[in-house]
């Protein structure tokens, strides 16, 4: 395999050169096609879909769907599943109820005296939490300020520092949809 086509994207190049390889015998040949054929129709499929998904947004959602996209690490497939599968952000009182839904929000285990910090909650949206935890690693790589925490408290397990920054992009998230302004990349909130 050439050395530009080793990574994990399938380049529309890459899949040409798929096709032009030449095979000691016709049934791998016909195999590789088989499996290009089933490749293509997944990829037209999803493509169909995701346009059908974003233009539904556009459409329903517009204002929202631009304000989440203006966000770091929020594009438009992550715009949609938010929108689909938390609506309308506004009917969320506060912070901490929709962090709590998503799951990113802290569990505590109090008895008396004794307060313990029980990592995130479980009982979640895993679908949404796992859009934030994503979109705050690139969030990292975009936003300043995001990167400067990470920054501050590496040395710590990343997977928690990830964590709070996730809680941060929802905070922003959710201050931006309430607040119906455009993120602004380097304001510290």
């Not at 599943?81 to 709590?100: M, P, Q, T, V, Y």
Request: proline share 3%; hydrophobic share 35%; aromatic share 10%.
């Amino acid at each position: 395999m050439p050395e530009e086509f080793d990574n994990d994207h399938w380049s529309h190049k890459y899949r040409n050169w798929l096709d032009n390889l030449s095979f000691e015998f016709d049934t791998a040949r016909e195999t590789l096609n088989s499996r290009m054929r089933s490749f293509r129709f997944t990829d037209q499929e999803l493509r169909q879909v995701t346009n059908q998904l974003r233009a539904y947004c556009r459409k329903h959602y517009k204002k929202d769907y631009y304000l989440l996209k203006s966000i770091p690490g929020i594009g438009g497939i992550v715009a949609v599943g938010i929108l689909s599968e938390l609506g309308d952000l506004r009917r969320f009182n506060s912070l901490k109820h929709l962090a709590g839904y998503v799951g990113i929000a802290p569990g505590m285990h109090q008895s008396g005296a004794s307060n313990k910090a029980m990592g995130m909650n479980p009982r979640s949206n895993r679908l949404i939490r796992s859009y934030f935890v994503e979109a705050s690693w690139q969030a990292i790589r975009t936003d300043p300020v995001m990167q400067a925490y990470y920054r501050t408290h590496l040395g710590k397990e990343d997977k928690k520092i990830v964590i709070k920054i996730a809680h941060k992009l929802l905070s922003r998230t959710l201050a931006v949809i309430k607040t119906e302004t455009p993120y602004e990349i380097g304001v510290v909130a």
